[in-house]
């Protein structure tokens, strides 16, 4: 099955700074990437995706790149502020399977004022 | 905005107790997911399913069963509580679209097994 690996499993910046979150996954068959924030006591959400037919994908300052020939992906976060801190999941899935994510095991982003 | 409720948010069950943890969704999605965090680890699936009585193991699915009996509705069963499955516990829904689409979790139910 899909194994989806993410570094670094802690990150902290500096307010302002740049967030860089990595991902790499080992089925060739997914197609679909999507990032999830979760703040402290709340549910996942999701913040960016991308497909596998788009090399990258901007939302205002975050923004997700996909290199399918080394199968990693990364997540983005520029000009980062206080409210960006919280544990950020990649996932991989394919069409199959309900389109059943595998999830890396989370980056705990704290931002510093 | 699509709504997946989770019956209890904070659960304490003894060692050997049935468990019910109960989801329902209101958007008529054909997916229901049933993960477990666990600090350090992710999102580990446990059971999933992609229409009424169906229903497909996940990645680790020892020591749960699920049930779908109607659409919107999605349990998840221990049948004999360990402590090992101390946990949060969060369902999610997608629609079908035959790629993937993003998940709709519902608020997490955190289970403690003493």
């Known amino acids: 099955g899909e194994n989806v690996e993410q570094h670094p499993s802690t990150l902290s910046v500096q307010e302002g700074d740049s967030a860089v979150i990595k991902c790499t996954y080992s089925?060739?068959?997914?197609?679909?990437f999507p990032w999830y924030k979760q703040e402290l006591g709340k549910r996942p959400q999701l913040i960016i995706d991308?497909?596998?037919?788009?090399g990258e994908k901007k939302d205002q300052r975050i923004a997700v790149t996909l290199n399918k020939t080394a199968k990693h992906f990364s997540l983005h976060i520029t000009e980062t502020q206080p409210e960006d801190s919280a544990v950020y999941f990649c996932?991989?899935?394919?069409?199959?399977?309900?389109?059943?994510?595998?999830f890396g095991d989370g980056t705990t982003l704290t931002v510093k004022p | 905005d699509v709504k997946v409720t989770q019956s209890s948010r904070y659960l304490v069950k003894r060692t050997g107790e049935k468990v019910f943890l109960e989801c329902v969704q209101d958007?008529?999605?054909?997916?229901m997911f049933w993960y477990r965090q666990d600090p350090g680890l992710g999102l580990r699936l446990i059971y999933f399913?992609?229409?009424?009585?169906?229903?497909e193991k996940g990645d680790i699915p020892e020591g749960y069963s699920v049930s779908r009996e109607k659409k919107e509705r999605f349990s998840l069963i221990l049948e004999s509580a360990s402590t090992n499955q101390t946990s949060m516990y969060l369902c999610?829904?997608?629609?079908?679209?035959?790629?993937?689409?993003?998940?709709?979790f519902g608020s997490g139910t955190q289970l403690s097994v003493l």
């Open positions: 999610a829904s997608s629609p079908l679209r035959g790629i993937g689409e993003k998940l709709f």
């Open positions: 996932a991989a899935s394919t069409g199959t399977n309900a389109g059943k994510s595998t």
């Open positions: 089925d060739s068959a997914s197609n679909y």
């Open positions: 399913s992609y229409d009424v009585k169906m229903k």
């Open positions: 958007m008529d999605h054909e997916n």
């Open positions: 991308i497909r596998s037919n788009v």
